[in-house]
């Protein structure tokens, strides 16, 4: 009878041992996995603006005025769903040192759809990027784009959205 007590108590305390090592381990993958992802660099950043801005790219250009000076997004044609773009990004006022541009649907969840610009071999103030955005079931669709931008002199992130109607 004591044998069998002593063999439960050995039983209930190896159990928990290994239940909590095994969330332990579990603990320490999750925060490997979301330092990778780079949640951690999102979360440190407290310094982003997020402002709305005026930007009409389906007229194919629009000039958008921020603090530091002028930033121009152009794409090649309107943008439709399931055809790839093509969007440029210039700016001379402003040392840009990564930039990217995300899509929302504004009403419901339409997927992740984010997209980095490249620098330009030819020309440092010249970032492209090449995307495209899902078909909706309905016939017009209204996006939130969302351009985010790290300055090169401050490491400041700035975070501009405007909204985006496919018909």
């Known amino acids: 009878m004591i044998a069998t007590k002593h063999f439960l108590k050995s039983i209930t ?5 290994i239940c909590f090592n095994t969330v332990c381990i579990l603990i320490l993958i999750l925060t490997f996995l979301w330092k990778k ?18 930007c009409p ?20 044609a309107p943008i439709q769903p399931l055809i790839p773009f093509t969007m440029t990004l210039k700016s001379t006022d402003i040392a840009i040192s990564e930039a990217k541009l995300r899509f929302e649907g504004l ?8 997209f980095r610009f490249e620098t330009s071999t030819d020309d440092s103030q010249t970032w ?4 495209s955005i899902p078909v909706c079931t309905i016939v017009s669709k209204t996006w939130r784009v969302t351009l985010n931008i790290q300055h090169q002199l401050d490491n400041s992130y700035k975070s501009y959205w405007f909204t985006l109607k496919i018909i």
């Open 107 to 114: 009403d419901e969840y339409m997927g992740i759809n984010q």
């Open 13 to 17: 305390f190896t159990h928990t041992l």
């Open 37 to 54: 992802a780079g949640f951690e660099q999102a979360a440190q950043k407290t310094n982003i603006n997020n402002a709305q801005i005026y």
């Open 57 to 76: 790219i389906q007229e194919q250009t629009c000039i958008i005025k921020i603090e530091q000076g002028f930033i121009e997004l152009s794409v090649a």
């Open 128 to 131: 492209q990027l090449r995307g």
